[in-house]
């Protein structure tokens, strides 16, 4: 053996992380996310042309790398039946009530009507009883009984309690859900991201997360001091501990929530890698990075109004296209699906259908690994892995993230991407996000870098030539190596007993 090759054969084997490196193409990358979030798309928002296009795209780079269809129809698209609420923000209120006192609230400006199901978007009133934060709420209704006529006021987003408490609700009779979001920036968020249309699947899904038979509004600053202005609530309530029983708050809410419904077809795209082991090819990783955003929404101070989703979520489209391209050349031995869903901006709806409602049985499904934590502008030595918790793939994506001398953090799993349905339903699923440590950034260059790349659904989020594409490859590279690991371990990952699904 020539020294030299030997010297590189040690490498290798020294650091196994370098020859994967090697199979992520970063041009791909930069290409197609290039494509994904040019203006022509305008913001691939659910169910639009724009999306359809990107699907198109998604699908005929399926095609180049010689994917197998799994849709019905032999294309790469899976449909999904969504049902579009358009809100009609002049004639939905708000009104809080207090003896003779009443305040009226503006829909789109001091309150959110939330996403929900078919049961979601009708007037609703009652009784406000404050329940605390979601964490605390079913102790606080322990012995409440029914909740006929009541409408319960929650401190803070439900987030993956509502999974529980929702059906609880429904079952004893609540009138509908006020979410307080007390501080204004982040009522802001809600009102940009949540645009004017809610979206559910017109399909049995089993969401009471996103898709709750229970109208929820999420009230601002203004409405939440008309409902607690003068109310027993103690302090430490309001900073977030939780209640003891919930306190009625001496007023009253009428909500009437307009709608306009039409039905919105659209599809998740997918294509499988078949393994290269009979003996394992009948079991599948899932590698999901949802390719719809925003679409066209508020205006920024620009007056930019195009929602282009570079980094959220194009950049995971380009991964998964760039980690299918490099399991192409070397398959792993169980088969690989690389799924695409839409609707993850309006609640998760393609990857929760897809889950109710599987091209491939989830019985067969071993793991999912989500890719949709934005676009580090510099190698991350620090990785984060929600879920990760939950099953062993934790142990695995630690293993893999340390042989490269980073650092890691195991979280637990909530319902923010893609992987959460599939998680409730049994299967080990794990999300990697980017930690905020990157590879030889000061502090200052650190800040400069956030200032200019880090536009979380901003219209400012775009795709630009000199962005530098060196943490996506990281990023990428990582999905890559921990997809094969466990496509090529001798046992399926299973989940953590403390795992909640
Ligand atoms: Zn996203």
Do not use: C
């Amino acid at each position: 053996m020539k020294p030299l090759l030997r010297a590189l054969l040690a490498t290798a084997l020294l650091f196994p992380g370098a020859a994967a490196a090697q199979r992520i193409d970063t041009m791909e990358i930069r290409a197609s996310t290039f494509f994904l979030s040019s203006d022509l798309l305008q913001g691939r928002g659910t169910g639009t042309p724009g999306e359809r296009v990107a699907a198109l795209y998604l699908s005929s780079e399926l095609q180049r790398l010689g994917l197998q269809p799994q849709g019905p129809d032999g294309s790469y698209l899976l449909p999904v039946p969504l049902i579009a609420a358009h809100i009609d923000d002049d004639a939905t209120r708000l009104v809080v009530r207090r003896g003779a006192d009443s305040t009226a609230f503006v829909s789109g400006r001091d309150f959110v009507v939330n996403t929900g199901g078919a049961g979601a978007f009708h007037d609703f009133g009652g009784e406000a009883l404050l329940v605390g934060s979601a964490e605390g709420a079913a102790r606080a209704l322990a012995g409440a009984g029914s909740l006929r006529g009541k409408v319960l006021v929650t401190l803070g987003p439900l987030g993956g309690d509502a999974r529980s408490l929702i059906p609880d609700w429904i079952r004893r009779g609540a009138a509908g859900v006020v979410v307080l979001i007390p501080d204004p920036g982040t009522l802001a968020l809600y009102i940009r991201s949540r645009g004017d249309t809610r979206y559910y699947a017109d399909a049995a899904v089993d969401d009471p997360v996103w898709q709750p038979d229970l109208p929820v509004l999420l009230a601002g600053p203004a409405a939440a001091r008309a409902l607690l202005a003068d109310a027993a609530v103690p302090d430490s309530v309001l900073r977030g501990k939780a209640l003891a029983t919930a306190v009625p708050l001496g007023r009253s809410l009428d909500a009437s929530i307009r709608v306009a419904l039409r039905d919105v077809p659209t599809a998740n795209v997918a294509g499988l890698l078949p393994g290269r082991d009979p003996a394992l090819r009948d079991e599948i990783v899932v590698f999901t990075a949802h390719y719809d955003h925003l679409g066209i929404s508020t205006p920024d101070a620009r007056g930019d109004s195009i929602y282009n989703g570079f980094s959220d979520n194009a950049a995971g489209d380009g991964m998964l296209l760039a980690i299918a391209e490099a399991m192409v050349r070397d398959r792993p031995a169980r088969s690989v699906l690389f799924l695409f869903p839409t609707g993850e901006e309006r609640g998760l709806l393609g990857s929760t259908y897809y889950a109710a409602h599987p091209a491939l049985p989830l019985a067969r499904t071993i793991a999912v690994i989500n890719l949709d934590a934005g676009a580090p502008p510099a190698p991350p030595t620090e990785w984060r892995f929600a879920a990760g918790a939950s099953s062993s793939l934790g142990e695995t994506a630690s293993r893999i993230t340390r042989s490269h001398g980073w650092k890691v953090v195991l979280g637990g799993a909530s319902p923010n991407s893609d992987y959460w349905p599939f998680l409730q339903r049994g299967v080990p699923s794990i999300f990697i996000v980017p930690g905020g440590e990157w590879e030889g950034v000061t502090p200052a260059e650190k800040a400069r870098l956030l200032a200019r790349w880090e536009h979380y659904h901003e219209p400012a989020d775009e795709w630009a030539p000199d962005f530098p594409f060196a943490g996506l490859r990281r990023y990428a590279e990582l999905g890559l190596e921990l997809g094969r690991a466990v496509a090529d371990a001798p046992a399926r990952p299973t989940l953590s007993a403390t795992a909640t699904p």
